[in-house]
């Protein structure tokens, strides 16, 4: 239909494209997106979208490579498929590449490391940057996630709030050390009093 058309705006083109959106026709959405004659910044990012959502990693970094402008978005999308597939070396490339940096960025970085059971360190003028509520929330996730014991309790006694995760992940963390071990049964009781979580949802004492 859009071959009969004399003109096509874009966005008509970015709707179609946007369409094919978790799909598994990739290729049919490349024929569209490579039959443009214009592209805006939306036309790449949802190709370069549809790319990483089907873990066409190579595709997404050679048009990651061809982008005209890239945006925040463009980098937190290859950030966040390098991560998923443990390309870690690729995610802090990414990262370091980002011009400006948000919280949301450092977020993506850290949880795809501490996901696969490894921990980063961070460039501690950005680190300055982030609010302290969640840094001590990210980073107590991505301790937690590698179950090491002390770093998982500092940054949770410093948590503002603590909800049924935050206890769940903080329970199972503290059988690694044998005096965290011995506080263990202290702090399901906190959690019951708190009534912050409930007793099924905690791993056996």
Sequence with gaps: MMDLCPYVSVPSYNTV?????????????????DSMHYRNLVSWLT?????TQSDSIREARHLFGEMPERNLAAFHI???????KELLEDAKSIYDKIPEKTIESWCLLVAGFSQHGHFICIDPQYFEQVDDAVRNH???????????PHKSKHYFDHLQTRDSDTWTQMLPT????????????????????????RKEDVSPL
């Design 78 to 84: 290859m950030l966040g498929a390098f991560a998923r």
């Design 138 to 148: 990210e980073m107590f996730k991505a301790y937690a996630q590698i179950r090491h």
């Design 47 to 51: 190709m370069l979208s549809m790319y």
């Design 174 to 197: 503290s059988c690694v050390d044998g005096e965290l071990w011995k506080q263990r049964q202290t702090l399901f009781v906190s959690a019951m009093d708190m009534k912050t979580v």
């Design 17 to 33: 494209l946007a369409g094919y959106s978790g799909t598994p026709h990739v290729q049919e959405a490349k024929q569209v997106f």
